[in-house]
């Protein structure tokens, strides 16, 4: 929306603001959105073609522009799908969001509900993640490869050292990389 988008201030974690269009230091009065209607902290946003995909723990929103373009509202995508991992929402090349929830990895196609999409890996690799450490997970998709690839914490480590990877069918793991962060060039 030609905006800069901020969320989880100190005094207000569940508040989703955005900056008038362009003016990214510039937030005007009567914009905030509290898309949780529980208060739910904000753990993630993520830009999509259709919207701002905004993300609790337990919970995932939709903003999009109101008829008028001058305001927004908010769409329930899920109220038991959020997001554990800032860093591990991305879109692939398709369109699509993934993400890490707190109990596997999710897609978003555009419409309807988040789909866990790690369940072929769920006994093999999702139970190992250390999830007292799944926030710093980071992720990024490789557009040469056309993969999305998130390192995540596992067997009680503190550093995301195990790689798994999706390219949008299945999965495979790599752990020749230790990540803290990612940059896609």
């Known amino acids: 929306f030609g905006r800069l988008w901020i969320a989880n201030t100190e005094s207000q974690p569940g508040l989703v603001r955005p900056s008038e269009p362009f003016f990214w230091g510039t937030f005007p009065k009567n914009q905030e959105i509290f898309p949780d209607a529980n208060g739910g902290e904000v753990t993630?946003?993520?830009?999509?073609?259709?919207?701002?995909l905004v993300f609790t723990a337990n919970s995932t929103f939709l903003i999009t522009q109101d008829d008028t373009g001058k305001n927004f509202k908010t769409a329930t995508l899920s109220t038991t799908v959020g997001c554990a991992a800032p860093r591990s929402a991305q879109v692939m090349l398709n369109g699509g969001a993934v993400?890490?929830?707190?109990?596997?990895?999710?897609?978003?196609?555009?419409?309807?509900?988040?789909?866990?999409?790690?369940?072929?890996?769920?006994?093999?690799?999702?139970?190992?993640?250390?999830?007292?450490?799944?926030?710093?997970a980071c992720a990024a998709v490789d557009p040469k490869m056309r993969e999305y690839r998130c390192w995540v914490p596992v067997d009680g480590k503190q550093t995301n050292q195990r790689c798994l990877v999706f390219d949008g069918n299945g999965?495979?793991?790599?752990?020749?990389?230790?990540?803290?962060a990612i940059c896609v060039k």
């Open 171 to 180: 999965w495979k793991s790599r752990d020749d990389i230790t990540a803290a």
């Open 99 to 136: 993400w890490l929830g707190l109990d596997g990895f999710y897609g978003w196609s555009g419409e309807g509900m988040p789909k866990p999409i790690s369940r072929q890996i769920q006994d093999t690799e999702i139970y190992r993640i250390n999830k007292s450490w799944s926030r710093q």
């Open 44 to 52: 993630g946003l993520l830009p999509v073609h259709s919207g701002l």
